[in-house]
Every structure is written in structure tokens, then in C-alpha cells.
């Protein structure tokens, strides 16, 4: 008998640190919800082949605008597009047809989902007709 009340103790002493670290756990993950970084992206412009040109890049923040001369542009356009930089829309340009390789990307997080496009535009003026003001850093 004294071994099904130690049994029971021991049970009943288990389940009971159990529901104090669950209860101890909720308000963690609302805190880290609560904490949420709003929608930003790693941006970067790489000239020529991937291997041999340069590399500019900045940090496109949206809540407030931020990150380059354009970014309230930038925010606005990736807003229309939930982020999708493949959905903004084609801006009609004529542009020449020269090979300039630029490749983009842009790495982050968009309404708390993931956002990670990379794509080689032939020239800089086939980049802005693709993707608007998001890598537009000179204005």
C-alpha cells in the first residue's frame, strides 16, 4: 500500500510541475509575438557576373520607410504585392539592349513570412522596369 501512495505522490508531484511549466511557458511565446519585427529585406546588387562585380546592399525597413532614397516607394509597391517582388508590376521602359548583368536579392521577411528572390536582370534598366523602387538606391 505504502508503495501506491509514493506511486500516486510521485504522479501527482510530476503533473503538477508539469502544468506549472506550461503555464510558465504561455506567457513566453506571447511576449515573442508580441516583439514581432515588423516587414524589412536585406537587399543587394551585385554588377557583372556574380563571381567578379561589386556589391551594394542596404536594409529596406517599412515601419517607418527606411533604408534608402526610395523606400517609402519600395514599401508601398512590395505592400500592393504582399511582398511577392515577382507580382510588381512590369513598368514599360525601352531599354537597350545591352548586356550589363546586375543580379538582385533580397532576403527576409514580409507579414512574418519569409521573402527570398534572386534573379539576373541582362541591365540595369530591365532591373527597374522588373522591380520598381525596391533596389532603386540612387533615386
Given amino acids: 500500500m505504502t508503495y501506491t ?5 510521485v504522479r501527482g508531484g510530476l503533473l503538477a510541475a508539469a502544468a506549472l511549466l506550461a503555464v510558465g ?28 562585380g561589386g556589391t551594394r546592399s542596404a536594409l529596406l525597413l517599412c515601419d517607418p520607410p527606411q533604408g534608402h532614397r526610395r523606400a517609402a516607394e519600395a514599401c508601398a509597391q512590395l505592400d500592393a504585392v504582399d511582398g511577392d517582388l515577382r507580382r510588381i508590376p512590369l513598368k514599360h521602359a525601352y531599354c537597350p539592349m545591352v548586356l550589363a548583368p546586375v543580379t538582385v536579392h533580397a532576403l527576409g521577411q514580409w507579414r512574418g513570412q519569409p521573402v527570398d528572390y534572386r534573379r539576373t536582370f541582362s541591365n540595369d534598366c530591365e ?9 532603386a538606391w540612387d533615386g
Avoid: I
Fill in 127 to 135: 532591373m527597374a522596369a522588373r522591380t520598381g523602387a525596391v533596389f
Fill in 25 to 52: 511557458a504561455v506567457p513566453a511565446r506571447a511576449t515573442v509575438q508580441e516583439q514581432r519585427v515588423g516587414d524589412w529585406l536585406h537587399l543587394s546588387v551585385t554588377r557583372g557576373d556574380t563571381g567578379s
Fill in 5 to 9: 501512495l509514493t506511486t500516486n505522490a
